[in-house]
């Protein structure tokens, strides 16, 4: 099976901190790897530095066998242009925490807007794709109505469908239901079962320790920007080895002991 993402001792510092601490892991193609851990641990940093919205300090980063960002010849990198790096973020979807849908396009031209204008498709061809892609995600019916006129999980589910149009081969989830109100939680994790159960390859921040128990082939826990403990769910998040990670699992399923 071929590897989708290869993280070698990755580094990451702003200014004196040092957030990333070599992390290595890597997901192959069709898997699922959850990444779970403290506020402050660097998943974000993390799932950023994938698609090279930050640059890392040391390691290597491939995605796709490409290395991400840079061009080596020899021993030494050289920062590749913001066109060659754009050309490489279109394998890569990305779903935030806050659903940021443009406000004044239909869920619709949302949907479409990157196919047709970094594409170049065509509009009938992409407008068609776009209405099976609402479908996929459940909103068929809501094509034409605006964010301001969606639930939150709806616009996430949107959101979702965007990134899915620009056809990736990774797509990277940043904690994608936790700012929603509980109850549409679910229509959402919904769409990502779906979506691993149809092999897109996924990295997904998340604290529902109940989907990555489920969807999961690989959960890897963060603290302090090292990856602590890596393994299949029954093993991370069933039997965790180490203290940190009990200590962590303990307070995110019974928040209120
Ligand atoms: N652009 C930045 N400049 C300076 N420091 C940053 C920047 N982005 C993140 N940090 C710091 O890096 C550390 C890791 O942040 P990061 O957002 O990756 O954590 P996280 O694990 O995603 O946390 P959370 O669960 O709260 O989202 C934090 O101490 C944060 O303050
Ligand atoms: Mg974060």
Redo the contacts with the bound molecule.
Sequence with gaps: MSLIVQAQGIHKR??R?E?LKGIDFEVAEREVACLI??????????LRCINHLEKINAGRLYVNGHLVGYRQRGDRLYELREKEIAAQRKDIGMVFQRFNLFPHKTALENVIEAPVQVRGENKTQARERGRELLDRVGLADKENSYPAQLSGGQQQRVAIARALAMQPKLMLFD?PTSALDPELVGDVLGVMRQLAADGMTMIV?THEMQFAREVADKVMF?DGGVVVEEGPPDQVIVEPRHERTRSFLARVLNPNA
């Design positions: 702003f200014g901190l957030v851990g403290p506020s402050g641990s660097g998943k974000s940093t993390l904690e921040v963060m």
